[in-house]
């Protein structure tokens, strides 16, 4: 199966997690998303790429809300020789000074025009290792700062060492986050200049060459968002096997900054959103900044009813979304609304089958859904509960809310503790329910079946977000705050509406969610006629879903980074 992949010069996508199905849990939240819809758009559009990332056995974790509504980790192990074919190569990385090999599996994304992907899980479970160093790619950000460097060394050195082994030609890299930034320290080791060129002073290294080849794609708003490792930590586990002085040139005299090493290697360097590009070359000055705003896989995040609905009316959606921008004159109102209320259906069905609540198809459904963390602020829905109950009580609306916190954010647990006693607050006056382990089924539910898809983070730590574009997909208009996408998406009244504006203070967003909610969003929805909502519908597919969809993201990659 491997021989009709190395023989095409090659695209090498290096990202720590990346979604491929629900049955394969080597994803932690967005970052990995897109990274699974960037590679299915790249089987869908032919280009040529091979995705690496590690196996993550264990996966991330499974999540369970208990009787107090706080949020219990269980294990997500899966076997990857049920989906994934074992690779024969193996490759070593030194770590604390001895050998570690790597293989992996291959797993091929299949697009709808019949392009495919390849993509490597790298593994350390092997008998040549020892015991902990066979756990290395076991947790998905698991352990302490040492299995996170040794993880980043596999990924890095070891990724860029096992496409050469097995015979792949790549002619570029692309990092998505710092985490697989070291595969340029590997690139330094490949391209240096003969000897007899270098005269006195001057570096051996191509380091031209490998900046061309390499480009940086930064997700992360937060400077703690970026990983560091302490040169202390780094000497002991790489001793011997990098150039330290080298090292700090690029990554920083304080600690291995890995997002400044990736920054300093890559001659394309961009951010996920134009406001987050903009955030970015303050955060990290010098350096140009570029933006690619993300996007969607169209297939997989529109609904069975919507899917089937385009195929019908806009016929080569699938590969050309921009078509979409037909929704507005050819598709009707009433099949809008008829595909929409299907979506809902299945959405209602699932919330009765995980939480036991009852939901009425003919409330709006406000729909959250996002990794629960302080920032993301999930909680200002209920910043007034006295307001919300009044507002419920004059035009009736439902609650769907879901997320993960990660194991070790105590306060994003709490959070999810908070919003469960908020819920059981609104018993038997706001129907609502907390979707336990949301995971790719579970999203593609809400966010389709979702009457409303709000978002509430605080500016400006909100890169890009992704979930808005997915409910656009089904037609589902965004209330949120101005940040990220939303920020390009937002056509007021038109294809959602915002939250305040962007001179707004964070503390005054929950007075204008509301004010908005109660005096324009629901009246909209409860009119008589429903021709005033299906149009906002209507552009949310037509102006937002057919640019903010990984069919367009893939190729601006391909012609503004890749092939420069």
């Given at each position: 199966?491997?021989?009709?992949?190395?023989?095409?010069?090659?695209?090498?996508?290096?990202?720590?997690?990346?979604?491929?199905?629900?049955?394969?849990?080597?994803?932690?939240?967005?970052?990995?998303?897109?990274?699974?819809?960037?590679?299915?758009?790249?089987?869908?559009?032919?280009?040529?790429?091979?995705?690496?990332?590690?196996?993550?056995?264990?996966?991330?974790?499974?999540?369970?809300?208990?009787?107090?509504?706080?949020?219990?980790?269980?294990?997500?192990?899966?076997?990857?020789?049920?989906?994934?074919?074992?690779?024969?190569?193996?490759?070593?990385?030194?770590?604390?000074?001895?050998?570690?090999?790597?293989?992996?599996?291959?797993?091929?994304?299949?697009?709808?025009?019949?392009?495919?992907?390849?993509?490597?899980?790298?593994?350390?479970?092997?008998?040549?290792?020892?015991?902990?160093?066979?756990?290395?790619?076991?947790?998905?950000?698991?352990?302490?700062?040492?299995?996170?460097?040794?993880?980043?060394?596999?990924?890095?050195?070891?990724?860029?060492?096992?496409?050469?082994?097995?015979?792949?030609?790549?002619?570029?890299?692309?990092?998505?986050?710092?985490?697989?930034?070291?595969?340029?320290?590997?690139?330094?080791?490949?391209?240096?200049?003969?000897?007899?060129?270098?005269?006195?002073?001057?570096?051996?290294?191509?380091?031209?060459?490998?900046?061309?080849?390499?480009?940086?794609?930064?997700?992360?708003?937060?400077?703690?968002?970026?990983?560091?490792?302490?040169?202390?930590?780094?000497?002991?586990?790489?001793?011997?096997?990098?150039?330290?002085?080298?090292?700090?040139?690029?990554?920083?005299?304080?600690?291995?900054?890995?997002?400044?090493l990736a920054l300093n290697l890559s001659e394309y360097i961009n951010g996920v959103a134009k406001s987050h590009?903009?955030?970015?070359?303050?955060?990290?000055?010098?350096?140009?900044?570029?933006?690619?705003?993300?996007?969607?896989?169209?297939?997989?995040?529109?609904?069975?009813?919507?899917?089937?609905?385009?195929?019908?009316?806009?016929?080569?959606?699938?590969?050309?979304?921009?078509?979409?921008?037909?929704?507005?004159?050819?598709?009707?109102?009433?099949?809008?609304?008829?595909?929409?209320?299907?979506?809902?259906?299945?959405?209602?069905?699932?919330?009765?089958?995980?939480?036991?609540?009852?939901?009425?198809?003919?409330?709006?459904?406000?729909?959250?859904?996002?990794?629960?963390?302080?920032?993301?602020?999930?909680?200002?829905?209920?910043?007034d509960i006295e307001r919300l109950k009044n507002i419920a009580n004059h035009q009736p609306f439902q609650i769907?809310?879901?997320?993960?916190?990660?194991?070790?954010?105590?306060?994003?647990?709490?959070?999810?503790?908070?919003?469960?006693?908020?819920?059981?607050?609104?018993?038997?006056?706001?129907?609502?329910?907390?979707?336990?382990?949301?995971?790719?089924?579970?999203?593609?539910?809400?966010?389709?079946?979702?009457?409303?898809?709000?978002?509430?983070?605080?500016?400006?730590?909100?890169?890009?977000?992704?979930?808005?574009?997915?409910?656009?997909?089904?037609?589902?208009?965004?209330?949120?705050?101005?940040?990220?996408?939303?920020?390009?998406g937002c056509i007021e009244g038109v294809t959602g509406w915002a939250i305040g504006d962007k001179d707004t203070?964070?503390?005054?967003?929950?007075?204008?969610?509301?004010?908005?909610?109660?005096?324009?969003?629901?009246?909209?929805?409860?009119?008589?006629?429903?021709?005033?909502?299906?149009?906002?519908?209507?552009?949310?597919?037509?102006?937002?879903?057919?640019?903010?969809?990984?069919?367009?993201?893939?190729?601006?990659?391909?012609?503004?980074?890749?092939?420069?």
């Amino acid at each position: 199966m491997l021989e009709e992949f190395i023989h095409v010069p090659r695209v090498a996508y290096f990202s720590m997690e990346v979604a491929l199905r629900n049955e394969i849990p080597t994803y932690a939240g967005g970052l990995g998303v897109l990274a699974g819809d960037m590679v299915r758009s790249a089987a869908d559009l032919m280009l040529p790429m091979v995705a690496v990332s590690l196996v993550s056995r264990s996966g991330y974790f499974r999540q369970e809300i208990d009787t107090q509504g706080l949020q219990v980790e269980l294990a997500e192990s899966w076997e990857p020789q049920l989906w994934a074919q074992s690779l024969d190569a193996k490759v070593a990385v030194t770590i604390e000074g001895k050998p570690v090999w790597v293989s992996a599996w291959l797993y091929v994304v299949e697009g709808h025009s019949g392009g495919r992907q390849p993509v490597l899980l790298l593994d350390t479970d092997l008998n040549e290792n020892e015991p902990k160093d066979r756990e290395l790619t076991n947790c998905l950000y698991g352990g302490d700062p040492a299995y996170r460097l040794k993880q980043e060394i596999v990924l890095g050195i070891g990724g860029v060492r096992l496409l050469q082994a097995l015979g792949f030609d790549i002619f570029h890299y692309h990092m998505n986050e710092g985490h697989s930034a070291l595969l340029g320290v590997e690139l330094l080791r490949r391209y240096t200049y003969p000897a007899e060129n270098i005269r006195e002073g001057d570096s051996h290294y191509d380091i031209p060459r490998i900046r061309k080849m390499c480009s940086f794609t930064t997700h992360t708003p937060v400077y703690a968002g970026h990983d560091s490792f302490d040169y202390t930590l780094v000497t002991a586990i790489l001793d011997g096997t990098i150039d330290l002085v080298l090292i700090k040139q690029f990554a920083g005299e304080d600690g291995l900054n890995m997002t400044r090493l990736a920054l300093n290697l890559s001659e394309y360097i961009n951010g996920v959103a134009k406001s987050h590009a903009d955030v970015s070359s303050k955060m990290f000055p010098g350096y140009k900044m570029h933006a690619i705003t993300n996007g969607v896989h169209p297939y997989t995040w529109a609904a069975q009813s919507f899917s089937t609905l385009y195929d019908t009316h806009i016929p080569g959606w699938c590969h050309e979304p921009e078509l979409l921008t037909r929704a507005e004159c050819c598709v009707s109102d009433e099949d809008i609304w008829n595909a929409h209320q299907q979506a809902k259906m299945r959405l209602i069905e699932r919330v009765f089958a995980l939480t036991g609540v009852s939901l009425n198809p003919n409330i709006p459904i406000i729909g959250f859904a996002r990794r629960m963390t302080a920032y993301k602020r999930p909680d200002i829905l209920f910043a007034d509960i006295e307001r919300l109950k009044n507002i419920a009580n004059h035009q009736p609306f439902q609650i769907v809310m879901a997320g993960k916190a990660h194991p070790s954010d105590k306060e994003g647990k709490a959070l999810i503790g908070e919003l469960h006693q908020h819920l059981q607050s609104l018993v038997g006056i706001i129907p609502s329910a907390y979707l336990a382990n949301y995971d790719l089924t579970i999203a593609l539910d809400l966010i389709s079946g979702s009457d409303i898809w709000l978002n509430t983070p605080l500016r400006p730590y909100e890169a890009s977000g992704t979930s808005g574009m997915k409910a656009a997909l089904n037609g589902v208009p965004s209330l949120s705050v101005l940040d990220g996408w939303w920020i390009e998406g937002c056509i007021e009244g038109v294809t959602g509406w915002a939250i305040g504006d962007k001179d707004t203070q964070n503390g005054g967003t929950s007075i204008a969610l509301y004010d908005k909610f109660e005096q324009v969003v629901l009246p909209l929805y409860y009119q008589e006629n429903k021709s005033g909502w299906i149009k906002v519908m209507k552009s949310a597919i037509s102006k937002n879903a057919s640019y903010f969809n990984s069919h367009r993201m893939m190729r601006r990659y391909l012609i503004e980074a890749y092939t420069r």
